[in-house]
């Protein structure tokens, strides 16, 4: 159920918090860039380690972190160059650049991704009368324009002469560029993947929605190489296992769907999408995609180097087919916060939730001294936090404001647990000596345990 409100909910929070600001906020903003606070660069953290121990469970997995910059034939070879493009047209009225293809979709007409600009003119101009500008409201229009998503820069470029560079617009290229490298490691043999995870760079003619459409992002990518006869059932068990996954992460399957691609690019056998029902609608949250031999035969085309593996098992050689697992890190910390998100009532009154999986909160539990001007009470406090940072990772001290605020302020960065040091820890009475209350995010229980239990507690929970 899209829900506007909630994602405006969600935007103030992450702000409030400390999970993500808006770029380069002071001087006005950066369109499409974000930066991570403070408990932002741990749930970013977590989301990334839990992906990264999903792909580490595979023997047959290696990971690499290539350079974000390439030599500019990698992005000639992939296609990038010349076809990663998206349909750019103006509203007159209040100049605001927009996708041709998301109005045309805005009332119900597909345009085909492999589409010439001609093609898209036509199409948008059948359809002109009808369409809508989302910012202004007017209905007058420029032609539609093609424009390049790759985004150049100057690096070790030094005179005209010197081809344009680009920042890598996905992770997978630099996958493909060192495919042959891990195989000489003599430590893989097909069927096997390599696996990454780093920045990339899109010139998004409209970015919006949030950490759903950004410029600069990050990727998690796994290219997987296969027999061609065995790429189909590989295919299967990995858009099985992809999804499963998401479990992992705390989602509800019934916020997640398969989505197959309408319209194919020539050269891919299969695609399909996972979708998460974002609070603006269904979105693409991972692809799957079965590329067929593609991306190494261009390589191979373009670069001169043989891409072929010796097949030792049946004889033989041939081009490895390609099965790809694509997910953004950003898209994802946004279905994660969205997921966490509630509002409910506690003690009459209306409180802000974030219920974060434990495993991938970004504080796992905050410690209070009950009072901060009493040296007995904060000494103990502080003996009970070491050891609990000897045991769990992210855990945070507060001592600002009175217990109930400290309460609000971790139940909405989603802190699991909070553990409180009063006068009966010290011994005031003496059958809770070395005891604390420990309160419970979600249901706001409190449990009085002893300091070696409640610390057992936390290590179960995130485990
Ligand atoms: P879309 O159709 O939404 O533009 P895409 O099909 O171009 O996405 P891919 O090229 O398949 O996306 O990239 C793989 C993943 O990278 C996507 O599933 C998504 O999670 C993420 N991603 C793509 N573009 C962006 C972006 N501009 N901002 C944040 N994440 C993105």
Same mark, same amino acid.
């Not at 985004?151 to 495919?179: C, M, P, W």
């Given at each position: 159920?899209?829900?506007?409100?909630?994602?405006?909910?969600?935007?103030? @929070?992450?702000?409030?918090?400390?999970?993500?600001?808006? !770029?380069?906020?002071?001087?006005?903003?950066?369109?499409?860039?974000?930066?991570?606070?403070?408990?932002?660069?741990?749930?970013?953290?977590?989301?990334?380690?839990?992906?990264?121990?999903?792909?580490?469970?595979?023997?047959?997995?290696?990971?690499?972190?290539?350079?974000?910059?390439?030599?500019?034939?990698?992005?000639?070879?992939?296609?990038?160059?010349?076809?990663?493009?998206?349909?750019?047209?103006?509203?007159?009225?209040?100049?605001?650049?927009?996708?041709?293809?998301?109005?045309?979709?805005?009332?119900?007409?597909?345009?085909?991704?492999?589409?010439?600009?001609?093609?898209?003119?036509?199409?948008?101009?059948?359809?002109?009368?009808?369409?809508?500008?989302?910012?202004? !409201?007017?209905?007058?229009? !420029?032609?539609?324009?093609?424009?390049?998503?790759?985004?150049?820069?100057?690096?070790?470029?030094?005179?005209?002469?010197?081809?344009?560079?680009?920042?890598?617009?996905?992770?997978?290229?630099?996958?493909?560029?060192?495919?042959?490298?891990? @195989?000489?490691?003599?430590?893989?043999?097909?069927?096997?993947?390599?696996?990454?995870?780093?920045?990339?760079?899109?010139?998004?003619?409209?970015?919006?929605?949030?950490?759903?459409?950004?410029?600069?992002?990050?990727?998690?990518?796994?290219?997987?190489?296969?027999?061609?006869?065995?790429?189909?059932?590989?295919?299967?068990?990995?858009?099985?296992?992809?999804?499963?996954?998401?479990?992992?992460?705390?989602? /509800?399957?019934?916020?997640?769907?398969?989505?197959?691609?309408?319209?194919?690019?020539?050269?891919?056998?299969?695609?399909?999408?996972?979708?998460?029902?974002?609070?603006?609608?269904?979105?693409?949250?991972?692809?799957?995609?079965?590329?067929?031999?593609?991306?190494?035969?261009?390589?191979?085309?373009?670069?001169?180097?043989?891409?072929?593996?010796?097949?030792?098992?049946?004889? !033989?050689?041939?081009?490895?087919?390609?099965?790809?697992?694509?997910?953004?890190?950003?898209?994802?910390?946004?279905?994660?916060?969205?997921?966490?998100?509630?509002?409910?009532?506690?003690?009459?009154?209306?409180?802000?939730?974030?219920?974060?999986?434990?495993?991938?909160?970004?504080?796992?539990?905050?410690?209070?001294?009950?009072?901060?001007?009493?040296?007995?009470?904060?000494?103990?406090? /502080?003996?009970?936090?070491?050891? @609990?940072?000897?045991?769990?990772?992210?855990?945070?001290?507060?001592?600002?404001?009175?217990?109930?605020? /400290?309460?609000?302020?971790?139940?909405?960065?989603?802190?699991?647990?909070?553990?409180?040091?009063?006068?009966?820890?010290?011994?005031?009475?003496?059958?809770?000596?070395?005891?604390?209350? @420990?309160?419970?995010?979600?249901?706001?229980?409190?449990?009085?345990?002893?300091?070696?239990?409640?610390?057992?507690?936390?290590?179960?929970?995130?485990?």
């Amino acid at each position: 159920m899209a829900d506007a409100g909630l994602m405006e909910k969600i935007v103030s @929070l992450a702000k409030r918090r400390g999970f993500v600001f808006p !770029g380069s906020e002071i001087y006005g903003g950066f369109a499409g860039v974000y930066d991570w606070g403070p408990y932002g660069v741990f749930l970013r953290e977590n989301v990334v380690r839990t992906w990264e121990r999903s792909m580490q469970e595979h023997d047959d997995i290696a990971f690499i972190d290539s350079g974000i910059f390439t030599a500019p034939e990698v992005w000639e070879a992939s296609g990038h160059v010349s076809g990663f493009n998206d349909p750019l047209v103006e509203c007159l009225s209040c100049h605001s650049k927009l996708r041709a293809d998301h109005l045309l979709e805005s009332i119900g007409i597909n345009a085909d991704e492999k589409m010439s600009e001609a093609e898209l003119n036509e199409l948008f101009d059948a359809a002109r009368k009808d369409i809508v500008c989302p910012v202004c !409201g007017k209905k007058q229009f !420029g032609n539609v324009v093609q424009k390049n998503l790759m985004a150049t820069s100057t690096l070790g470029r030094f005179s005209e002469e010197d081809k344009e560079v680009y920042l890598r617009a996905e992770t997978a290229q630099g996958i493909y560029i060192n495919y042959k490298n891990v @195989l000489q490691t003599g430590f893989y043999k097909i069927p096997f993947g390599i696996a990454q995870v780093g920045k990339v760079f899109r010139n998004e003619i409209s970015p919006r929605q949030f950490l759903f459409r950004k410029r600069e992002f990050e990727q998690m990518e796994m290219q997987y190489f296969v027999r061609p006869s065995e790429a189909p059932a590989i295919y299967e068990s990995w858009r099985a296992e992809r999804m499963a996954y998401y479990d992992r992460l705390g989602i /509800r399957p019934d916020h997640l769907r398969w989505k197959r691609h309408d319209n194919l690019v020539f050269y891919a056998k299969d695609a399909w999408d996972i979708q998460y029902e974002y609070p603006f609608g269904w979105g693409e949250l991972e692809g799957l995609h079965y590329r067929g031999d593609y991306d190494l035969s261009q390589h191979q085309k373009f670069s001169g180097v043989d891409m072929s593996y010796r097949d030792e098992k049946v004889g !033989g050689s041939f081009i490895p087919h390609v099965i790809e697992a694509s997910v953004g890190v950003d898209r994802t910390v946004l279905m994660v916060l969205a997921e966490a998100y509630a509002e409910d009532e506690m003690n009459g009154e209306t409180r802000v939730v974030m219920r974060f999986h434990p495993r991938i909160a970004p504080l796992k539990a905050a410690v209070f001294p009950l009072l901060k001007n009493k040296p007995e009470l904060v000494a103990k406090a /502080r003996e009970v936090y070491d050891d @609990l940072k000897k045991a769990v990772p992210y855990v945070i001290w507060d001592d600002n404001g009175n217990i109930g605020k /400290r309460y609000r302020r971790q139940d909405e960065i989603g802190t699991p647990f909070c553990i409180t040091i009063d006068f009966d820890t010290l011994g005031e009475s003496p059958e809770k000596k070395d005891t604390v209350t @420990l309160r419970r995010r979600d249901s706001g229980e409190q449990d009085r345990l002893s300091i070696k239990d409640a610390i057992e507690t936390i290590k179960k929970a995130i485990a």
